[in-house]
């Protein structure tokens, strides 16, 4: 089992910044590559990042691709979500995910282990 708590999320205003982290506890982090999700009301959970076991590779969702940025800290057990320059429509739950291999990542159901979420809200 893996247990995954998401902060960092609030209301900011189209233009500002972001940094969502994801504790991880339970089995070995290192072994799992990671992803962050969002779901917006009446829509369905969208792939937004992911990043391999090492974080020597990581992938976006080009709706955030030069605005986000995943990264993973192995040695405190957390991966984080850097947002920048948000826009209205990154508003939505935000969801760090854990999977054991980093294979077809943009898929939620590829996933093993889900965190409770974190609300980001953007205003215009």
């Known amino acids: 089992q893996v247990q995954l708590v998401e902060s960092g999320g609030g209301l900011v205003q189209a233009g500002g910044s972001l940094r969502l982290s994801c504790a991880a506890s339970?089995?070995?982090?290192?072994?799992?590559?990671m992803g962050w999700f969002r779901q917006a009301p009446g829509k369905e959970r969208e792939f937004v990042a992911a990043?391999?076991?090492?974080?020597?590779?990581?992938d976006y969702a080009d709706s955030v691709k030069g605005r986000f940025t995943i990264s993973r800290d192995n040695a405190k057990n957390m991966v984080y979500l850097q947002m920048n320059s948000l826009k209205p429509q990154d508003t939505a739950v935000y969801y760090c995910?854990?999977?054991?291999?980093?294979?077809?990542?943009?898929?939620?159901?590829?996933?093993?282990?889900w965190g409770q979420g974190t609300q980001v809200t953007v205003s215009s």
């Open positions: 995910a854990a999977q054991r291999f980093y294979n077809d990542y943009v898929r939620p159901r590829a996933y093993n282990y």
């Open positions: 339970g089995r070995t982090f290192s072994n799992y590559a």
């Open positions: 990043i391999n076991w090492s974080g020597g590779s990581t």
